[in-house]
């Protein structure tokens, strides 16, 4: 399948085969859009004054206002697979603009375009898949970008049908977007572990493939459908059931009775569970 970017201009909106004439979309408050901006930075604002001298009671806080246990996420009640995503670190500003900033672009027009309950309902999945893919790949974390990535592949998929995204959204957000992961990669392998690398881009594909489904509907676009049903699934099951994860297995490992393990195995427990104390006492 040939990838393509959106147009540049509005105006080129209906010169492909398949868009629609440019369609401008409703002048509604994005109320959901802008209450989870304001939840997202109270959230961090607390933290931030009663944690500033406090490591641990940053992590308190956080994890009072729904960050994901990083000891063991699996033991942490499942929605906060989701609310980890609103919450941001407290020590990096950047991390908090970053989202803000594309949150305050992209998800008026998500919701102006869908409307505020299926714009909720694509929060929900979204941020929640993410999280969970996040977890069990690298590791938990905290942030919207998973969601922010996941409003750009909507759009870059579902904009020749809602072609109103063309008032705030082009083909040079998506590659700036493309370019910043480049980045993140870079980073990550320079030995920078703070960045949710497997949110981003598993947020930008699932936004993509719901985007599709969207834009060709249930009938012609039934493939995305069920892709869409699919990585659903996939979020749900990574959110309970991880074997491939090490930190998954030395969870499950250390809940059992050493008289299981070789002592081989009974080592690399008990220096696992030493590292994760160490972990928490840094937190």
């Known amino acids: 399948m040939k990838i393509t970017f959106p147009p540049e201009h509005f105006s080129e909106a209906g010169t492909l085969a398949y868009s629609r004439q440019y369609e401008a979309l409703p002048r509604v408050f994005p109320v959901v859009t802008y209450l989870l901006m304001l939840w997202c930075i109270v959230t961090h604002y607390v933290a931030y004054i009663h944690g500033a001298s406090d490591p641990l009671l940053t992590d308190q806080i956080q994890n009072k206002f729904g960050a994901i246990n990083f000891i063991d996420p699996w033991g942490d009640p499942k929605w906060k697979f989701l609310t980890t995503c609103f919450i941001h670190d407290p020590g990096m500003m950047l991390h908090l603009l970053f989202n803000m900033m594309w949150l305050y672009q992209l998800g008026p027009l998500m919701e102006r375009g869908l409307g505020s309950m299926k714009f909720i309902l694509f929060v929900v999945v979204t941020g929640y898949v993410s999280s969970a893919l996040q977890t069990s790949i690298e590791g938990p974390g905290i942030g919207l970008s998973g969601v922010v990535y996941a409003l750009a592949g909507f759009m870059w998929t579902a904009w020749p049908r809602w072609t109103g995204f063309l008032e705030n959204f082009n083909g040079r957000t998506v590659k700036f977007m493309i370019f910043w992961q480049l980045i993140c990669f870079a980073m990550a392998a320079f030995g920078d572990s703070n960045i949710g690398n497997t949110a981003h881009v598993s947020g930008m594909g699932f936004g ?33 059931w991880s074997p491939w994860s090490e930190e998954y297995q030395m969870l499950q490992m250390s809940k059992q009775p050493k008289e299981n393990f070789d002592y081989l195995q009974i080592y690399k427990v008990q220096q696992w569970k030493m590292d994760r104390e160490s972990l928490e006492l840094d937190q």
Do not use: D, H, P, Y
């Open 208 to 240: 993509a493939i719901i985007g599709l489904w969207a834009c060709w509907g249930n009938k012609r676009g039934a493939k995305w459908l069920l892709a869409s049903v699919a990585v659903t699934a996939l979020g749900i099951l990574v959110s309970f």
